[in-house]
């Protein structure tokens, strides 16, 4: 894996890992693309579609996450302080 290359691997999970509809053998390195789905489990379990960002949307992403970590462990201890 170089760059911003992004490579998915099923680690023997019984269900299987896809890689945009196709299964990924074991011990098998699948290039993960723009647009590609990646669903864990042979029904569907969850699906995801991956999508590339620029960096300033990378950027923005981090820092909204950030604060909604933050608003979480500060709601958390609110609710500890009044236990």
């Known amino acids: 894996m170089s760059g911003d290359d992004v490579e998915l691997k099923d680690m023997g999970s019984t269900n299987g890992t896809f890689l ?3 299964r ?8 993960v693309r723009d647009g590609s789905t990646i669903t864990f489990g ?9 999508q590339a960002l ?3 949307e990378f ?8 604060a909604e970590g933050d608003a979480e462990a ?4 609110d609710e500890a302080a009044a236990a």
């Open 59 to 66: 950027n923005s992403a981090q820092s909204l996450s950030s």
């Open 54 to 56: 620029t960096d300033e």
């Open 42 to 50: 042979d029904e569907d379990l969850a699906t995801f579609t991956v």
């Open 20 to 22: 945009s509809g196709m």
């Open 74 to 77: 500060s709601a958390a201890a």
């Open 24 to 31: 990924i053998p074991g011990d098998t390195l699948a290039r």
